[in-house]
């Protein structure tokens, strides 16, 4: 039994156009035969600029078989918003396409613009739920981390949207400390869209913060993310990284002190036993110190881009020689 | 000597503390370094060949059923194919020219700009990569293509897009993202229809993509500093403006995103320095405070992103990503315009015979090359893991093949072999050369200034703009190919990603200018 809109007496009406007419068309695609039927009547109806119920299947059919055809998207989102649909409807329909096609933008983008239209918070609850789903099978996809950030940001509710996200986040980097994503939504819920209800006292999420960071580092500190994030937080806060020497400072060494030497300190967690020393960031973090330290100091920062330059960091040799140059020629 | 000599290929610690990431990471880094180069760097190939093979196969033959999913993106196969052409050294005959010039019409969308096939609605990423396959194939003159380019209709299509936070939609109803926002400029800039009112607002909107990290995310909130946040209602977008409000990047920092928001920024470094008060003068009304971004953060995250030994150092997209051949491109290639914006790129004085020496000339090699990120490993990434056996480049082994990859792997190679850094002599000839009147009768925008300084001003943003894009340049004797001559590839604009004299012809074109030849490698002074 043919699938094909050609054969549908109830598409009869609609002129189907071909894609190119005329043209000899240089590098063609082998479409199936489903598809470049759907697409011709596609640009049949594009044509004469119908919107309708028959029009959502014909679109549907495209995004299931190109998820990236934005024009069937664009058009799709035209219609249910002239013919008035039920966009809660659409939402749930579209739920299998976005588990299947995560990868695609056009799937985000148009659940936005229905959560847009929807203008509800319990649906961006919903949603909310619904991405932390996708999240558990791409626990990195891009764009539904950026779609849950502009979620966020769009519906601005502290009770209802913000306040479990941070708590999401850690959920996730207990799971994989090394989840960039996690940590950059983290961020993106800390420090840069604003002050989280609860977070007045920006003292006290600093401590917390820096905390939290050290913690994790202290459990597996050959992690950039969490690095970055550290960095991030002090750069942000215009904190020196001065006043972290003692905490980063046995990550530079060679070896944990043996047990027995070293004194338990809650603010400056040490490396943990398995941890692989010494670690590069902390080196790094080192040196930007002594950087910052100026003077006497610059030199212990070159000793240190020296060794990260010939032996502990070989790949980013041009970069490591680019700050003993860029630091001696400022000193 | 490859960097097996440096490298011992140690994983990436784990610091006993398994994750899915960590355990990703170890089955990666296994596979790629089972690629690892055998002794002998000569035996290193770059088989240009079958690479040739494999994008003619796609040009003539087509591309198979599972390019369905690249159905709305179809003047980028043309660009990938077309451009890994002239990467690789191949010429295209007059008719396939031809096809291509009337295949790529046949996307021009009439109310403006190109689409991602016919019939498709207009979209600023097909609308680049459309024009860019012009500037391969096409040519003054009837029939050449560039003659009916509408570009009155881009520019208001483009103007269509305009956001109230300076970005742009990448079409009707589509999202906002610093991709379209490169693709816009990029074709703005080729085609001379560079206007204050378009470029309104774009830096102070890129400034706000980049993350903690130092690279850029894909766009950025606008709905508390800018009361239309939804681009579905009709708003004043003069309506209300809050400075102080956050406008926080939507994103983490991405490969693909970086190096369009910082060819983005290279490109408005002129309009910046026109339209913004200069570092340390009073904001006013008419030249609002300079938008900044924390250029030294985005060295650093550019560099951190190449891999380790173990990994051929082959870049990645993100932290705690896996490597993939196309960011050699995206972020290999960026840091070269990290290095322009930080003012450490100067054509120097090409190394003396002594020291040009192959082998034993690698250390006074490597003390002449300003490069910051490793340009002999990336090389060896894309020579070693990148290729695929039966013909085209891929992000890694053993995935197949694809027209996407085969470029951007080959952009990256070019990026690694040849150091292409703005040149002051050159910019120097291009505006002593400069005629101004054609410039202005050829912008195609329809955009009036009210009075004379306003004029001056926009002569001085084509004039600039124009003039630093066509000053990128080889830098003599600073070119490395791993693996020898043999698999050298032809240099490409970091900024446009074309050749220099594609870039070159249609710039000079769309801007009524003669440019002065290029001086030749030897005499340059």
New interface residues.
């Given amino acids: 039994m043919s699938e094909l809109f050609a054969d549908d007496p109830e598409w009869a009406d609609v002129v189907p ?1 071909r ?2 007419e005329n ?10 035969e489903e ?1 470049k039927d759907a ?1 011709d009547y596609f ?1 049949g109806i ?2 004469t600029g119908e919107m309708s119920p028959r029009v959502l299947k014909l679109t549907e059919k495209i995004i299931r ?7 069937a998207w ?1 058009h799709r ?2 219609t249910l918003i002239a013919i008035k649909a039920d966009l809660e409807e659409e939402l749930r329909l579209m739920d299998v396409i976005a588990t299947q096609f995560m990868k695609t ?1 056009q799937v985000w ?1 148009h659940r ?2 229905l959560l ?2 929807i203008n509800s918070v319990d649906v961006a609850v919903l949603e909310l739920d619904f991405l932390r789903d996708v999240l558990k099978l791409d ?2 996809n ?1 764009h539904t ?2 779609y849950r ?2 979620i966020l ?2 519906f ?1 509710n502290e009770t209802r949207l913000w306040a479990r996200e941070r708590a999401y986040a850690e959920q996730l980097l207990d ?7 996690a940590w ?1 939504h983290r ?2 819920v800390v ?4 002050v989280r209800l609860g977070d007045e006292d920006r003292e006290q999420v600093l401590r917390r913060e820096l905390s939290y960071a050290k913690e994790k580092i202290a ?7 969490v690095w ?2 550290l ?3 002090l ?2 806060t215009d904190t020196p990284f001065e006043t972290l020497t003692s905490f980063v400072e046995p990550y530079t060494a060679s070896r944990r002190l043996a047990s027995g030497e070293e004194v338990l300190d809650l603010d400056n967690p040490l490396p ?5 020393l010494p ?1 590069v960031a902390a080196l790094e973090f080192m040196a930007d110190i002594y950087e910052k330290r100026a003077g006497d100091a610059i030199a212990k920062a070159v000793e240190i881009w020296r060794s990260l330059a010939d032996e502990r960091d ?6 490591w020689e ?1 700050r003993i140059r860029d630091a001696l020629q400022k000193a | 000597m490859s960097t097996a000599v440096h490298a011992v290929y140690s994983p990436t610690p784990a610091d006993g503390y398994i994750t899915e990431t960590s355990a990703l990471q170890a089955t990666t880094e296994n596979l790629i370094k089972s690629h690892v180069p055998p002794a002998g760097e000569s035996q290193v190939e770059l088989h240009k060949r079958c690479h040739f093979e494999f994008l003619v196969r796609n040009l003539r033959q087509g591309f198979p059923e599972r390019y369905t999913s690249q159905d709305a993106s179809q003047p980028w196969l043309i660009y990938w194919t077309l451009h890994g052409f002239s990467i690789l050294g191949a010429g295209l005959d007059d008719l396939t020219k031809k096809r291509t010039i009337d295949t790529l019409l046949a996307l021009q969308h009439p109310d403006g700009g190109f689409a991602g096939g016919p019939g498709q609605a207009a979209h600023l990423l097909p609308t680049y990569a459309s024009i860019c396959a012009f500037a391969i194939v096409g040519r003054p003159g009837s029939g050449g293509g560039w003659e009916a380019i509408d570009r009155k209709k881009i520019y208001d299509f483009f103007m269509s897009l305009k956001q109230p936070d300076g970005s742009f939609l990448v079409s009707h109803h589509g999202e906002v993202d610093v991709r379209g926002i490169y693709c816009l400029l990029a074709v703005a800039t080729l085609l001379n229809i560079l206007t204050p009112e378009l470029l309104s607002g774009v830096p102070d909107f890129l400034a706000t993509c980049q993350t903690y990290e130092g690279g850029f995310g894909n766009a950025s909130f606008p709905g508390w500093a800018f009361e239309a946040d939804d681009p579905e209602s009709q708003k004043d977008p003069a309506a209300s403006f809050d400075p102080t409000a956050p406008r926080p990047p939507l994103g983490e920092a991405h490969g693909g995103y970086t190096f369009c928001a910082t060819a983005s920024w290279v490109i408005l470094q002129s309009y910046i320095d026109l339209y913004y008060a200069r570092p340390g003068e009073m904001p006013s009304a008419s030249l609002p405070r300079r938008p900044q971004i924390n250029t030294r953060g985005l060295l650093r995250w550019c560099v951190q992103m190449q891999g380790l030994p173990i990994e051929l150092g082959g870049f990645r997209g993100r932290t705690n990503k896996l490597v993939d051949g196309c960011y050699s491109w995206w972020t290999g290639g960026c840091v070269v315009l990290v290095e322009t914006l930080l003012g450490v790129t100067t054509h120097h004085e090409p190394p003396t015979e002594e020291n040009a020496g192959e082998e034993d000339g690698h250390k006074a090699w490597d003390d002449v090359d300003d490069s910051l990120f490793n340009r002999r490993a990336l090389q060896e990434y894309i020579l070693c893991a990148g290729q695929h056996p039966a013909g085209g480049l891929r992000d890694k082994p053993p995935k197949p093949a694809d027209a996407y990859h085969t470029l951007y792997c080959a952009a990256g190679l070019s990026a690694a072999q040849h150091r292409v850094i703005p040149s002051e002599p050159r910019r120097k000839a291009v505006i002593s050369a400069w005629d101004a009147d054609q410039a202005r009768a050829h912008d195609n925008t329809g955009f009036v200034t009210t009075s004379d300084v306003d004029r001056e001003k926009l002569d001085a943003l084509r004039r600039e703009t124009c003039a630093h894009v066509l000053s990128w340049s080889e830098e003599e004797g600073t070119a490395l190919y791993v693996g020898g001559a043999a698999n050298r590839v032809n240099a490409t604009h970091p900024l446009l990603n074309l050749t220099v004299t594609h870039s070159d012809s249609m710039m000079a074109y769309f801007y009524g200018q003669t440019l002065p030849a290029r001086i030749p490698a030897r005499s340059r002074t």
């Avoid at chain 1, 043209?23 to 199936?32: G, H, W």
């Avoid at chain 1, 994989?176 to 994503?181: E, K, L, M």
């Avoid at chain 1, 420090?191 to 604003?194: A, E, I, K, P, V």
């Fill in positions: 156009i894609q190119y043209v000899n068309p240089i590098a063609p695609i082998f479409y199936s598809y697409t640009r594009i044509k078989m190109n998820p990236a055809h934005y024009t664009q989102y035209k933008y983008h936005r613009l847009t239209a626990t990195k891009y981390w950026s950030q502009w940001a769009h601005n799971a994989d400390v090394r989840n960039n994503s950059h961020f993106f420090f840069s869209s604003g459990l597996a500190p050959n992690n950039l993310s970055n994030y960095r991030g937080v750069e942000f943990s036993e398995k941890a692989e670690c070989v790949m980013r040799k041009k970069y680019y």
